[in-house]
């Protein structure tokens, strides 16, 4: 009965409301991935060119801010006749996109603009737009992505997660079990942690019995590492794991693949583009949605890095037109050199991401919280321009706050959603700050635990 229901999901409820009642291209975006995926590597390049060169005439013609930049530099998409050639090419920091953000926008119409924000994790909340039909392909990318962990459209998913934060009206609470329901989904929130989740996250696995868990790495792994000292396994295995929103390390892999007696999938992404890249069953590494992203690893000087080698990663977007996104230096770090992988698909694997993981803080009670937290938080605070959380001891946290024009009522906000969430007994300061210290080299780390604590040790 199970496979019936997800069967019949996938290939009936699911098709009927994104296609005909949401009149989306995604299920056709997903189906063209499916094949494109088993491309020859050449072939896959040569499809990211013709999309890079129609990407550039776009914006040049288009998209002011580029148009009259790249005039400036004397560049003209013409000159683009290889991916090699696009290496010169200036790029693009959050600060050009913060300031710019209107002229970034095309000119042309392409569909209706969607509005996003960051979460932040680099301590610089971004505002930024798409157009519906790179929305679309990118979520048809997520599908299959997700699909090789098993976990595509129609699977019982049992999500442990970030959710919104705050009041929130009823139309919005009744949209998200309708969202929750068609994608057949159930969400734990991550954001508490302790013996509680833990608790609270066992007895949904038991009850739902998901085809797969998602998660953060982080609160999954906190909850894993609970059951291995009690010497104890998940009561129900899942048929796989996928993990996301930070760095995997090799010991959360084992402790969760031993607690839940199931492989773990990893996936890498961003709000900016969504999913960047994912593991296959082979788990070599993570395959990149070249189709639709161009991914670089550059060195100090903006150079491709050598291969093994740690680098900036920067990726262009090669189909969101209504608000281009051209050589994005996203804030990760990730080691050079794309391999092939042996199941047989032409996408490049990147080797490994190894500069996305946030400290956790701990909150009264012990509980740990994941450090997901604030980001998801402070994206719904646009004035919020840098933060950094700093826990100095068990029972006291530093909020510093660097914003402009912040309102009152969003600023005490803000700090009771804050104090709630660490309990009564962790005393909170909030500082206004005109600046934020980055650190040696030239990073903001967001949220800092200065507690000897598992997961700093164990990392």
């Not at 069967?7 to 009927?16: D, Q, S, T, Y």
């Not at 999309?51 to 998409?77: C, I, K, T």
């Not at 929305?135 to 997700?146: D, L």
């Not at 300061?429 to 030239?442: C, N, Q």
Request: contains cysteine; proline residues 5%.
């Amino acid at each position: 009965m199970t496979n019936l229901m997800r069967l019949i999901h996938r290939r009936m409820v699911f098709p009927a409301f994104e296609s005909l009642f949401k009149g989306r291209n995604t299920l056709r975006y997903w189906n063209e991935l499916e094949q494109s995926q088993w491309a020859e590597p050449e072939a896959i390049a040569a499809m990211q060119l013709r999309s890079l060169r129609r990407l550039l005439e776009h914006a040049a013609l288009h998209s002011p801010y580029y148009r009259d930049e790249w005039r400036r530099q004397g560049l003209d998409p013409r000159s683009v006749s290889t991916l090699a050639d696009f290496v010169c090419w200036p790029l693009t920091g959050r600060e050009t996109i913060r300031a710019h953000r209107s002229a970034m926008r095309s000119t042309s119409p392409c569909g209706r603009l969607i509005s996003k924000a960051t979460g932040g994790s680099s301590g610089v909340p971004l505002q930024f737009d798409l157009n519906e039909d790179s929305h679309e392909r990118r979520t048809a990318a997520s599908f299959r992505g997700y699909g090789w962990a098993g976990a595509e459209p129609g699977s019982r998913q049992l999500y442990l997660w970030g959710v919104p934060l705050g009041e929130r009206s009823i139309l919005a609470r009744w949209k998200d079990r309708v969202h929750q329901a068609l994608h057949r989904r159930r969400v734990v929130s991550c954001f508490e942690g302790g013996d509680a989740l833990t608790a609270r996250f066992l007895a949904e696995l038991t009850s739902y019995r998901p085809d797969v868990i998602v998660a953060y790495v982080n609160p999954l792994y906190d909850i894993a590492r609970r059951l291995l000292e009690r010497d104890e396994r998940a009561p129900y295995a899942p048929h796989s794991i996928v993990v996301g929103a930070e760095r995997l390390h090799a010991f959360q892999r084992d402790a969760i693949e031993r607690a839940f007696s199931a492989p773990v999938f990893e996936t890498y992404g961003s709000r900016e583009f969504m999913l960047i890249g994912a593991e296959c069953e082979r788990h070599d590494g993570l395959h990149l949605t070249s189709e639709y992203l161009l991914v670089e690893i550059l060195d100090e000087d903006g150079r491709p890095a050598a291969p093994g080698t740690e680098g900036d990663v920067v990726v262009t977007d090669l189909h969101n037109l209504g608000m281009p996104f051209i050589r994005y230096v996203t804030g990760d770090r990730a080691i050079a050199g794309f391999d092939t992988c042996p199941c047989g698909r032409g996408l490049p694997l990147l080797r490994a991401v190894t500069g996305r993981r946030l400290d956790m803080l701990q909150a009264t009670g012990g509980r740990m919280i994941p450090g997901e937290f604030f980001p998801h938080l402070v994206k719904d605070f646009p004035a919020v321009r840098r933060f950094q959380v700093i826990q100095e001891s068990a029972d006291l946290v530093r909020f510093r706050l660097q914003a402009d024009g912040m309102a009152g009522a969003d600023r005490a906000r803000l700090e009771r959603v804050v104090s709630e969430s660490l309990g009564s007994n962790v005393r909170v300061i909030f500082e206004p700050v005109d600046a934020i210290a980055l650190t040696p080299a030239g990073k903001l780390q967001v949220v800092v635990n200065r507690l000897a604590g598992p997961s700093r040790e164990a990392a």
